[in-house]
């Protein structure tokens, strides 16, 4: 099922939708390795035995700090990433791993309980000879469906129904907080529809991209085929054809950005003012969601553009494209022929990665995406200590405080513009390690013999839940993410900062480690969480979530000014010799790395008190606190993976988030006696500081 990331949910430390997990090693060499990484861990809590001393820091610190785990650790075939966040993901998913056993260890299951679910959900994932012996006859119903349809009316219908059994569509419905009135939850309408991981890859002239168009058209015949679907290779032609008009009528990712641009609120009557070629009625009937008087539509020259599309595209050349969705969107979860075939493109082609995770592994991930937080009730119990919480909550207070000091001492923001940011950050709301209120699974039906029915059933009463939602109070006990996810959000509509419990590990929240560490790792994490708050989009909400201008005219330029500046830094980090990161499009994130670093550095010299910082292990305090920062972004990705993240994520790849922020910090420049002709040396006054 597909995860609609939209941007206005939250801001989060790794793009949400690169969150995929990947396996770990569980042989004896395996282990070895591990109790020699334990014994490399140093009371300073820096790894260096994963440095490379052969590298100047002055030239490039993130490969001193990084250089020798880089160079000792190639990329397993079943990966497309490896690092510190993906270490640690390995060991949440062993931990869920156990934990489903666990649930279903019992004799008996009672029909409905959370542990039945679970083990059945995993159950009918892990059962590949009865998904091979039933191929297609799971979705033949939906095919059914499809040739049924005759008109534009019922291509609306259709559309909504689709969505509410988690397939893709081209117009997408969801229930979020309206970011002009806070305190009331709206429908909005977003976009989607393609095959291919954004717009651009429809359009890029450069051979790697016409290679992939036309292997794209291989990979849709052979699906066909394989799913009993004829004229596989005219549907592929026609699919291609639809997609590319889909794509033309996308914003870019940049555009996309903007908070104010996609805010468009409509009556419901009006909806006919943006487009009168799609019948709105019999789509916001068929999901449910008819009863509102607004709603907002983020792009709605995209939906003007559809409407023309459901007009004057043929019926039958929608009902392949939606033949297409039904494959494409189950294929995973069908025959392993489809299973293989879908992987050998969207894997293998597309990311690099050369083996499939271990079906285990892909498993959890499925539980995890569906009954997550039934897992998330026993994780904690095993894996969060009380004590993590109470030294995670007073860091967070520590770096709000850090944060104000320096709203203070800024010489470039008035002090109106201040005193806005200020009742912004005090109105911040910390969640850490897990949530106050569970998510209730009653409603979902599960069997072990039915995977594709235990999806549908899952989508939608998530689908349900959002609707619900409409005129009732904000849920502000809700969590985007499971506790067992490695990552971190802010979201914007409620002024929150989350922390879920499994990234308070090392490498970024150390319990035994001197405080430098964890002020570089974990505290960088939360200023960076804080620092989406005051980011080119986060400020423009604000303390109450409500998208609204706070700044003075003088401080909204200035700001802007010191932002293109940052734009332009970073436009020129070269990834590969034919491709650089794109200022523009990671803006938020690199604010957020700068403003974390920045705050987490004065919070750390706030908790020594005026006291000199010991040396430990031959690092001073300054020293443990940058290494422990640049240690964090520790990672590696194949080309074709960090190709495609470039084009499609928010944030630059993490050697540039680490010297990107390093090279702009003043008090990093003089701890490691930066000077000009250094390679991190930025002239001081083109040094970029926003908070």
Known sequence: MKTIVTGAICSSILMLSACNSEPVSTDTKAAKAEVTSQKTMLASGIEQANMDKSVRPQDDFYLYVNGGWLAAHPMPADKTAIGSFYDLRDKADEDVKAIIEELAAADTLATGSDEQKVADLFKSYMDEDKLNALGTKPVEPLFAEIAAIENTDDLASYFAKSQIIGLDSPLYFYVSIDAKQSSRYAGHVWHSGLGLPDRDYYFNKEQRFVDMRNDYLVHIEKMFALAGQENGKQSAQSIMELETKLAELHWTRVQTRDSEARYNKFAVADLNTVTDKFNWNTWLSALGANGQEDIIINQPDFVKGFGELVANVSIEDWKTYLNWQVINGYASYLSADLDQQNFDFYGKNINGQQEQKPRWKRGVSLVNGNLGEIISQVYVKQHFKPEAKERMTQLVENLRTAYGESIDSLEWMSQDTKKAAQVKLAAFTPKIGYPDKWEDYSAIEIDSDTLIANLQSADQVGYQKQLEKLDGPIRKWEWHMTPQTVNAYYNPTVNEIVFP???????????????????????????????????????????????????????????????????????????????????????????????GLTIAYRAYKNSLNGAEAPVIDGLTGDERFFMGFAQIWRGKRTEKGMRQRVATDPHSPGHFRALGSLSNMPEFIEAYGIKEGDKMYIAPEKQVKIW
């Open 501 to 595: 419990a499994a990234i308070l590990q090392p490498p970024f929240f150390n319990m035994e480690a001197d405080d430098a560490v964890n002020y570089g790792g974990i505290g960088a994490v939360i200023g960076h969480e804080m620092g989406h708050g005051f980011d080119d989009q986060g400020s423009r909400y604000d303390a109450e979530g409500n998208l609204r201008n706070w700044w003075t005219e003088t401080d909204q330029a200035e700001f802007k000014k010191r932002a293109s500046q940052l734009v332009e830094q970073y436009n020129g980090y070269q990834v590969f010799d034919d491709l650089n990161v794109n200022g523009e499009l990671t803006l938020g994130e690199n604010i957020g790395d700068l403003s």
